[in-house]
């Protein structure tokens, strides 16, 4: 099931980048540039693209960014922010292991998930019961994420009774406002 899925993975992100690249070579060809070879040119290109990507996604770099806020806060506050996991046949146990413990070593007061935890099921996800690493994330102030179209794809109300039994809050239409003041 795991290699069906990478396959169709990758050949659809193969597809959606090589189509365009493909139209942008006839444009160019229409303007009169000489253009050899285009179809092993564009592969070459996407697949130089998906390998660029995908070890980006493999090897995520934490940055550091200070916000000044009008209203001040008793002390400053940690914030990890993270997107775009997609747990699932893709992004197993031992990658979010590895996720989990680059954000608590940032000791975080707060975490804030931007959506797209979970990829297109959530049958992975608790068949490898990832639940166990979500466990491990450290925040006094909490664990927050807003879904995001993945959450919808895999079924949200199934994602909101699988994210029970963790420590992330899923906030759908609500607001949070922390002991500091500070809104989520």
């Not at 006839?26 to 693209?49: E, F, H, Q, S």
Request: aromatic share 8%; glycine share 8%.
């Amino acid at each position: 099931m795991k290699v069906m899925y990478l396959m169709g993975s990758v050949w659809m992100v193969f597809t959606l980048y090589m189509v365009p690249a493909l139209l942008l070579l006839d444009v160019a060809r229409l303007a009169g540039l000489p253009i050899r070879n285009g179809v092993l040119l564009a592969a070459t290109a996407v697949v130089c693209l998906l390998v660029y990507g995908y070890w980006n996604y493999r090897h995520p770099r934490v940055e550091h960014i200070e916000i000044e806020l009008d209203k001040p806060l008793e002390r400053d506050i940690t914030i990890v922010a993270v997107s775009d996991v997609h747990l699932g046949d893709g992004t197993g146990k031992r990658a979010l292991r590895r996720y989990v413990d680059m954000i608590n070593a940032e000791n975080p007061d707060l975490i804030v998930f931007g959506g797209d935890l979970i990829d297109n099921s959530l049958v992975p996800v608790i068949r490898h019961r990832m639940a166990e690493e979500l466990s491990m994330l450290k925040a006094p102030m909490g664990v927050y994420m807003a879904a995001g179209n993945h959450e919808y794809i895999s079924g949200i109300e199934a994602v909101e009774r699988f994210l029970e039994c963790t420590p992330v809050k899923l906030l759908r239409d609500s607001v949070v406002t922390l002991p500091c003041g500070l809104q989520i």
